[in-house]
């Protein structure tokens, strides 16, 4: 299987999703949907698509269909899961750095509150995410929803039901259609990362 193609994932992905609670969760629920939470993860969602940006990463996104958003780069497979997974999380702690106060890479639950989390752990061979068009399972049967970038001000994720689906895609088209076509070789972003971590400390000025 280590030798397998299957082993050399066409995406880095990045999870978003938001751990700022509505109130009227049960003790141990998950966040519900709530308008304040999916906001704050359209903000994370745009800072991450900044660092991409600058390193010439194009990126798509969809909303999960529940709470939260994906962001998805096709690349060449050419690397395994865990350098991608590598990657996918030195990217999550530079947005981490530069937002503290609203983005988290905890593992503890307890410790998310408040903040979205940044899930490179999708990362890995077996672990699944929704698909496009996916429904999920929720009272309005949401639907998993390739989005343009310009949308995040004015969509919700209830705004895409199995019954909106058709009526939407008979207005935009299937946005990703064409996402495989600009694949992105990301050897050369894990190279640069290598160099950076042999540098030598700068010396302190005296």
Excluded at 105 to 114: A, N
Excluded at 116 to 124: E, K, L, T
């Amino acid at each position: 299987m280590n030798a397998s193609l299957l082993n050399y994932p066409d995406f880095i992905v990045f999870d978003l999703d938001p751990y700022i609670y509505a109130g009227s969760e049960a003790k141990g629920d998950e966040p519900a949907l709530n308008k304040k939470a999916f906001a704050k993860t359209c903000e994370v969602a745009r800072w991450t698509k900044e660092v991409l940006d600058s390193l010439s990463l194009s990126s798509s996104i969809k909303t999960s269909g529940k709470t939260g958003l994906h962001v998805y780069v096709p690349i060449l497979r050419n690397l395994d899961y865990s350098s991608v997974r590598a990657a996918c999380e030195t990217i999550g702690h530079f947005v981490l750095q530069q937002h503290p106060r609203d983005v988290t890479m905890e593992w503890t639950v307890d410790k998310r509150t408040g903040k979205v989390f940044f899930d490179h752990n999708q990362n890995v061979r077996g672990k699944t995410l929704a698909s496009i068009y996916s429904p999920r399972p929720s009272p309005e049967a949401a639907v998993s929803m390739p989005l343009r970038w310009d949308e995040l001000e004015s969509i919700y994720p209830p705004d895409f039901t199995i019954l909106s689906v058709g009526e939407r895609l008979a207005e935009t088209g299937d946005l990703w259609a064409n996402i495989l076509n600009a694949k992105h070789d990301l050897r050369g972003l894990l190279q640069l990362e290598d160099e950076e971590r042999k540098k030598p400390p700068p010396r302190r000025k005296r």
